[in-house]
């Protein structure tokens, strides 16, 4: 039985997972589960209706990283992880950087280039996320100036399938990524775009957002789970949050 993918190619989460089955060319079915019709399977195989969940054979993963941390195990070859412990550290604190600190700014940022609303975003959010978003460039701007180039960890594994569409996204999101003052991120998210699995990502995502508003992907109510409330309220946002909630416009796990 083929390995399943129930993801989205629009979800940081589900690409990050796929990018590391297709590092480790493993085959298998991506599913799309966040059309409206997909969330009942969703909810059964992860009660919190969130991308990405893997199956393979009787074992189903949730979450990103306990997803390739479960291939690393099941599956050793073309490893993602780097084998020196010290390094092995590293790379999971990076990979925890892109996913808790980078994608709560980007995704809380972005509703209002690919949700279904008229408003504006409440005032200086986009200011709150571009600095925000600088301070944690930096941060990863720091640990991959020592490394080594143009893979801080010898070879393409969990680090870049963390960051990849992360990085990737940030632009066209309005933020302004300076390569002057990143130029390690800089060099590096070059490296990726000319790898042919992390090239292979950004087309699919291309051609998938071309057809999301004719889609049965719900973006009237917005999602919201884990770091991504926590920026909001650390940045002073909660009033919007709740008149979005009072809105009926919210959605939480269960
Ligand atoms: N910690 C989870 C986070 C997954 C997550 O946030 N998934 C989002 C998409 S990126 C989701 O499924 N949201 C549900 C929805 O949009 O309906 C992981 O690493 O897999």
């Not at 060319?25 to 589960?33: C, T």
């Not at 990863?140 to 680090?159: D, H, I, N, Q, Y």
């Not at 042919?196 to 992907?217: C, G």
Request: glycine share 6%; hydrophobic share 45%.
């Amino acid at each position: 039985m083929p390995i399943k993918l129930y993801g989205s190619w629009f979800s940081t989460f589900a690409r990050k997972v796929a990018l590391g089955l297709d590092l480790k060319r493993l085959a298998y079915e991506p599913i799309d589960a966040l059309t409206r019709e997909s969330h009942d399977e969703l909810t059964r195989l992860n009660p919190r209706a969130e991308v990405p969940v893997l199956v393979d054979g009787g074992i189903t993963v949730v979450n990103s990283a306990d997803i390739l941390q479960y291939l690393e195990w099941r599956y050793p070859e073309r490893a993602l992880y780097p084998a020196d412990i010290a390094a092995r550290v590293a790379a999971r604190a990076l990979e925890r950087l892109a996913d808790q600190r980078f994608d709560p700014i980007v995704v809380d940022c972005s509703f209002w280039h690919w949700a279904d609303r008229d408003d504006q975003p409440p005032a200086g959010l986009r200011e709150a996320g571009q600095c925000d978003l600088e301070r944690v460039l930096a941060r990863l701007e720091s640990e991959l100036a020592t490394r080594a180039k143009p893979w801080p960890f010898g070879a393409p594994g969990v680090v870049e399938c963390a960051w990849f569409a992360n990085l990737v996204a940030a632009r066209p999101l309005g933020f302004n990524l300076d390569e002057t003052r990143f130029p390690s991120v800089d060099g590096w998210l070059r490296a990726m775009r000319a790898h042919p699995v992390f090239a292979a990502d950004a087309k699919r995502t291309a051609s998938f957002l071309k057809t999301l508003k004719d889609s049965s992907h719900e973006r009237r109510r917005l999602f919201w789970s884990g770091d991504r409330i926590e920026w909001l309220l650390a940045r002073g946002f909660h009033r919007w949050l709740v008149a979005e909630i009072e809105a009926g416009r919210a959605v939480f796990p269960d």
